[in-house]
């Protein structure tokens, strides 16, 4: 993909900068930075997105240093990823100084043009099925199902819940049969 120097040290400095940003420690200088993605043979499959490779500190713990990283496809460190009221408070400590759309407001007429400019605009196949899950609800797999059902037994729910789910229930059956 990219071999120039230029572009590499660029990905350095701006991976250094993000876990500055963070406040989490850098233990790497360019050369070992460079030999960890080469050694992994993921680096031109580098990025934030899914199928694409990241570097990842186990448990989201200690510094980003040669010892304490690997290289993994994203969707693992994201299910790795543990928000803790620590982490949290890590992260708040890291942004402060960082003022720039802190109490940022936009007016009327602002938020009007934005609306204005985004009326009309025809969605990509992928975004139109993600609004409809939205709208929807997440599509729940039989075992999650089960699961959630199993987490509820013994519990004692109040009488406006029973109601509620009740109501639900006898509208969804309607809906089944009349369709």
């Known amino acids: 993909m990219h071999n120039d120097y230029k572009f590499k040290r660029k990905k350095y400095f701006s991976h250094r900068a993000n876990a500055k940003g963070r406040g989490i420690p850098w233990c790497f200088n360019y050369v070992t930075w460079i030999k960890i993605w080469y050694g992994s043979g993921h680096w031109c499959d580098r990025g934030p997105y899914k199928g694409q490779y990241v570097m990842s500190r186990p448990g989201d713990r200690g510094p980003y240093a040669p010892w304490n990283v690997r290289i993994v496809e994203q969707e693992i460190n994201h299910m790795e990823f543990k928000d803790t009221p620590e982490t949290r408070m890590k992260r708040s400590k890291a942004k402060i100084g960082n ?81």
Request: charged letters at 40%; proline letters at 2%; a positive charge.
């Open 99 to 179: 003022k720039w759309n802190v109490g940022r407001k936009i007016g009327p007429a602002h938020a009007k043009k934005i609306s204005d400019a985004i009326k009309g605009r025809p969605f990509s196949k992928e975004h139109k099925l993600r609004l409809s899950i939205a709208a929807t609800g997440r599509k729940l797999t039989e075992l999650t199902k089960r699961k959630m059902s199993l987490s509820r037994m013994g519990k004692k729910m109040s009488t406006e819940t029973k109601r509620k789910l009740r109501e639900g229930y006898d509208k969804w059956l309607m809906e089944k049969r009349n369709a």
